[in-house]
């Protein structure tokens, strides 16, 4: 399969690790849909230099759903015999996680585990081939399975497993654990069990990532690419595989994710099916100390930055937060002048008096809001946002200080701060033009800022 035009791959700097993660490609079948769009994307894979160490795939290879075991056993022969012939699986170790279409009862978890038996027998009792972790140096992988029938089926995963594995392996330096179902809504699409983990499970899995320092969780099942932070941990969602026609035209495509880990972060390109980066990302951010950003004096300026370059603005509010409930309140509004809505608001709405960021890039179309946390009546505050134009809707952040970790505010859209024009006016403490609309009604209200280009 091997094209003669090489994809230049992300390499550690120094040490480290480079790998290629992607799933959903929902195939197995000869001569279906699927697997020419999996061809697609496998060729991107292939042309990548130097090729990964490994292969992550978080589920979905087949189509299976099929209550006759024989047929999907065909699938998935299918799968590894025909459409994953290319890759040299002694070379490249091929890593999966269960997932919907492959595991879905007891059959189908028995033949996940037949077909697949390279993956390592060491999960917790009765999910052996299904829950496993890999240790490869420094790096400890942990697949978990979040389809368990033991507790219910789809959206349901076991965590005191994960728990101990973790712990038994703090040596590790670096820290991945994968498996199909999100835990946050990705785009918009929420909805417990059928996609993301079950909300008795959710919490309690998220706070074992946090506390063993897992550096990110890698999952897909709903049809995008995305990237959201909570607690410092990421959540990276890579669904692109090959089932197209399911995917909202015009905002996602097939693809691929090709990173490399190393002592100073995570970097990753996402490749599309003619292998052009559409996405990229370092992390963590690189961000000086606050206390050297840009004072912003109160009320209207020109805008520092007016271009469409990708960038990463992040701002530092401070001041007393109102001592009663109010009406919306502004702490920096950009604007150009006309009749538009205001592109970008950020302030504080309700009674909680709660983080608001407003995007309304598009004139004529309703504004796009994230939510963070709420301000105590009357209490000083000091709080930290950030727009990221490479991290979709997951680019909305905040964090308390530059010692807490980032976590992205809560929203339902399928865009984010990359659809921003940067406008020509900024404004703080009140809204558009400088007049009296949302004006802050608490005290003391300091704005500093930092903007570069995202890499």
Known sequence: MKDPEHIPALTP???????????????????APHEETFAAVNAVVDRLSPAPDFIVFPGDEVIGLTADADALRAQWRHWLDVE??????????LYHATSNHTTYDTMSEGVFAEMLPHLPRNGPPDQE????????????????????????????VETGWLAETLRRHADSRYKLVIGHHPVFPVNG???????????????TFWSILVENGVFAYLCS??????????????????????TAHRMPEGEEYLHCVQAALDDEGLRYQVLDIEGQVRERLSWPLGLPPSSDWVTLSAGEQDAPLQDAEPRMVAWRFGGCASTSAAQAQTLLSAWSNGPDLTPLWIGLTGAEQRLTVMLAPIPGRSPHAWFGPGLAAGAPFDIQLALHTNMGPGGVLWRLSDASPWNSLDGASSWGPERLVWPARWTTGCGQGGQSDRPFSGENLNVTYFSTATV
Not at 13 to 31: A, I, L, M, T
Not at 146 to 155: D, K, P, R
Not at 189 to 203: L, M, W
């Open 84 to 93: 994953m012939a290319w890759l040299n699986r002694q070379k490249i170790p």
């Open 13 to 31: 700097r120094g040490p480290g690790h480079q790998f290629v993660f992607y799933g959903d490609s929902c195939s197995g079948v000869p001569n």
């Open 221 to 242: 099942h709903i049809l995008a690419f995305d990237v959201q932070v909570h607690d410092g941990v990421l959540q990276i969602t890579s669904a692109g595989a090959g």
């Open 189 to 203: 699409f929420s909805g417990a069990y059928q996609r993301e983990i079950g909300p008795e499970h959710a919490a």
């Open 129 to 156: 081939g299904l829950s496993y972790f890999v240790r490869r140096g420094d790096l400890l992988m942990v697949f978990v399975h979040t389809s368990w029938s033991g507790l219910g089926g789809e959206g349901h």
